[in-house]
């Protein structure tokens, strides 16, 4: 798991707290995830806008901005369920840092979905994540880039099992990155069938279609 922390600009600093009750307002919460923010979440801060305006990069309809929230827990972590209620409340992409911990020590952890943007709900990949760090980690200068949907996938990339390709749009990233999990869970099923399955004939079957799952993960990734 990669440990990772961005430096984020000055600039780019925005420092408003968001209310819990902005995204039950915002979406159509499932009483679960409603809990689960009570219980789990002491605090939200837009921390930091990147866009046209505080980073000098171009914008586009996919990546218009790029938003930093920082999620403070109160326990010990925050669950993907209300990182998705977030993100779905916001129509462009975002970079969380979930913190946990007290005056004995603080950590954090980054984690984002990639997003797509479009008319509606935006759509979410899986979730891909650095490990816990040490609150007062050394942060790393933002990579470089020309655009900021360039920015946002160089951002991302480090966290994720995929490349991005050369003339790559996020779309097409999250759509791999959608087959990639497929192609892991379908590689996980056969290989439990594989090693209970007692007939050799079902077994040569089971294998070859394993040998093709794995070559089709190894070309999207």
Do not use: C
Request: aromatic share 6%; proline share 6%.
């Amino acid at each position: 798991m990669t440990d990772l922390l961005y430096r984020w600009p000055k600039a780019a600093r925005f420092g408003r707290s968001v209310p819990k009750t902005k995204f039950y307002e915002r979406g159509a919460l499932t009483s679960a995830v409603r809990e689960k923010f009570v219980a789990q979440v002491r605090r939200i801060t837009w921390a930091f806008k990147l866009a046209a305006s505080t980073t000098n990069l171009s914008a586009s309809t996919a990546v218009p901005e790029i938003q930093v929230f920082q999620v403070d827990a109160k326990g010990d972590d925050v669950a993907e369920s209300v990182l998705a209620a977030i993100d779905r409340a916001v129509k462009t992409p975002i970079i969380f840092e979930i913190t946990h911990g007290d005056e004995r020590g603080r950590q954090v952890r980054m984690t984002a979905a990639y997003k797509r943007v479009g008319i509606g709900t935006p759509k979410l990949s899986a979730y891909y994540t650095t490990g816990w760090q040490p609150e007062d980690a050394e942060r790393r200068p933002l990579p470089t880039a020309i655009t900021l949907p360039t920015l946002y996938m160089t951002l991302l990339e480090p966290l994720t099992p995929v490349s991005a390709r050369p003339g790559e749009e996020v779309a097409d990233v999250a759509a791999r990155l959608e087959a990639v999990g497929k192609l892991e869970r379908d590689i996980a099923s056969l290989e439990r069938k594989l090693r209970i399955e007692p007939q050799l004939n079902r077994r040569v079957e089971l294998r070859r279609a394993l040998r093709t799952k794995q070559a089709e993960l190894k070309l999207q990734r």
